[in-house]
């Protein structure tokens, strides 16, 4: 590889250093402001209407409800990257990181749920009026809320943001 090679590379390094910049600083704010108005909006929907009654509604409550912390949780890198503020704590990077990946693993699996909750809905119509309830639904959130934070548990220990050494 020549000079002039080496030149190309870090001139595409910084051009996508750059892009990247601009997408965090320019493109998350709005959809950040977009996705927290929709987020409340849905929560807003599930829990004061009648649909708060349903199965699917206490899965898509929480599913606004875990949307919101993940998209919280991405405002990190958008000041990180996009506003160049760093946030050299190990106790809040430990928690952050712990708290977004719960949140994304439970946003994931009430699609999941909500998936599941329909099919039953439609494939057994009058099993699913007994079985399918608002109560069973909370019982199923709250075994796949544990099974995640177990699952997750090692991101907030201290072998994570230790930034003692430094």
Not at 15 to 31: F, Q, R, T
Not at 50 to 63: A, D, I, P, Q
Not at 126 to 134: L, V
């Amino acid at each position: 590889m020549n000079s002039s090679d080496s030149l190309k590379l870090v001139v595409k390094q910084q051009n996508l250093e750059d892009i990247s910049h601009y997408i965090y600083a320019i493109v998350y704010p709005i959809v950040f402001l977009l996705g927290i108005v929709g987020n409340l909006l849905s929560s807003l929907l599930f829990s004061v209407t009648k649909l708060n009654r349903t199965s699917c509604g206490v899965y898509f409550l929480l599913l606004a409800v875990f949307d919101t912390i993940a998209l919280i949780g991405g405002l990190h890198h958008c000041l990180n990257i996009g506003y160049r503020v760093a946030i050299p704590n190990a106790t809040y990077c430990r928690a952050r990181v712990f708290l977004v990946y719960v949140s994304m693993d439970m946003t994931s699996w009430m699609i999941v749920a909500i998936s599941v909750d329909r099919y039953l809905k439609v494939k057994y119509p009058i099993t699913a009026r007994i079985y399918a309830t608002q109560k069973l639904a909370m019982i199923v959130s709250s075994i796949i809320m544990i099974i995640f934070i177990v699952k997750n548990v090692h991101l907030a220990t201290v072998f994570i943001g230790d930034f003692s050494s430094n």
